[in-house]
């Protein structure tokens, strides 16, 4: 058995933790993006660190973090590469569902599996058919980040039973992920993008494997049986604020670099260095205001969120503010890359850049549902008195 933090680990902070691991990682930021995965010693590092188990109960052996402190580790390690943030962030989130599913098999799972990680996916599209003792589960699912390093994966699916769709007592599709070794899954290699291309977030296969009924849980509504505040929050919610947390480090690390090359370099047809620049000058103000600004806000809605969870009275307002702020810090976080990409002038174009990686990747995140601008109409839509799908919220 190998627990997933070590006892100094779990003593101490995961953002010092995510702080000491940026170095590693930036280290071998070249190879993440070429390989399209996290080399193995990098993986293990921050594994053994105990970050994938953040949000796995301490009742059964993980950190159990308090959310505004994970939002902080997971913006450090967007500090250092974007793609491996949002890798733990994918693989941590997902650590909230061992809290909901029985102990044994959470224990198997998380605990009693070395290195544990959990690669799941966004819709449920595969096929799971009824049987005793559990389901018949078929799939080619999409979007599973990190699914090389990990070691189950999670197809999701409606629930097929006597031929028809299983229904809940409240009327709707019985819809599960089924938690599956991942030497049951064959990868394909699908994830070829022009951002975030590190977070190797591939199609995986399973095909009529048997998943007990312990290792099967619902994305929505399955009732916290152990651990704290983070497991009343919506699971949705975890990843967005995981997800803005990412862009929020990402559009720091490109306003540094910019800073760098802004006291080094000059531009075609200038007499100084460009940050003497009046255009330069301006648009940087506004590039720091509205990162700051930005992360003040996902940062607030964060803490009011995570007191309301630990209080146990989570309102539609605490919903729709961090909904809110987490678009809002991906979508200024592209403005201040976009900014700074333009005023790098033709030195920003070449493949091996750092502002040029950052500008691709931050236009990866802004095309997820979390960066999504639609989710301002159903923020919207609260603060109007207006009635929404709660399932994004």
């Excluded at 605990?111 to 009824?130: E, F, G, H, L, Y």
């Amino acid at each position: 058995m190998n627990a997933p933090a070590t006892p100094l680990a779990s003593a101490r902070s995961p953002i010092d933790l995510a702080r000491e691991l940026a170095p590693l990682i930036r280290e071998n930021a070249d190879e993440i993006e070429k390989n399209r995965e996290l080399p193995r010693p990098v993986f293990e590092a921050i594994a053994d660190a105990g970050l994938f188990h953040m949000a796995v109960p301490k009742a059964i052996g993980g950190l159990e973090v308090d959310y505004p402190t994970y939002i902080r580790a997971i913006e450090e390690l967007g500090k250092a590469d974007a793609s491996t943030a949002w890798a733990v962030n994918q693989g941590a989130t997902f650590g909230t569902f061992a809290a909901r599913m029985d102990e044994k098999a959470a224990r198997e799972i998380w605990i009693d599996t070395p290195r544990a990680v959990v690669s799941n996916t966004p819709a449920p599209t595969a096929k799971a058919i009824a049987v005793p003792g559990g389901y018949r589960v078929t799939a080619n699912q999409p979007f599973s980040t990190g699914c090389r390093h990990s070691s189950w994966v999670a197809p999701q699916a409606a629930v097929t039973e006597n031929g028809e769709v299983r229904l809940k007592p409240d009327g709707k599709p019985d819809v599960r992920y089924f938690i599956v070794p991942k030497s049951q899954a064959e990868l394909l290699d699908t994830w070829h993008t022009r951002g975030m291309r590190g977070t190797g977030t591939h199609n995986f296969v399973v095909n009529d494997v048997f998943v007990p009924e312990e290792r099967s849980i619902a994305p929505r509504g399955a009732p916290a049986l152990r651990g704290g505040a983070r497991y009343k929050m919506p699971h949705t919610l975890g990843f967005a604020g995981g997800d803005a947390a990412v862009a929020c480090g990402l559009a720091r690390s490109c306003l540094e670099a910019f800073y760098d090359h802004a006291g080094k370099n000059t531009q075609r047809y200038a007499k100084g260095l460009l940050r003497e620049e009046a255009i330069v000058q301006y648009t940087i103000g506004q590039a720091e205001s509205w990162l700051r600004s930005g992360r003040a806000f996902l940062m607030e809605s964060a803490q009011e969120m995570w007191e309301a969870a630990s209080a146990g009275e989570i309102t539609m307002e605490h919903r729709a503010a961090l909904r809110a702020s987490t678009t809002h810090a991906i979508r200024l976080a592209a403005q201040v890359i976009e900014s700074v990409y333009t005023l790098a002038g033709a030195s920003a174009i070449f493949d091996g850049r750092l502002i040029q990686r950052h500008f691709q990747d931050i236009h990866v995140i802004t095309q997820h549902v979390q960066g999504r601008l639609g989710n301002y109409e159903v923020v919207g839509r609260v603060w109007l008195g207006l009635p929404v799908d709660e399932m994004r919220l």
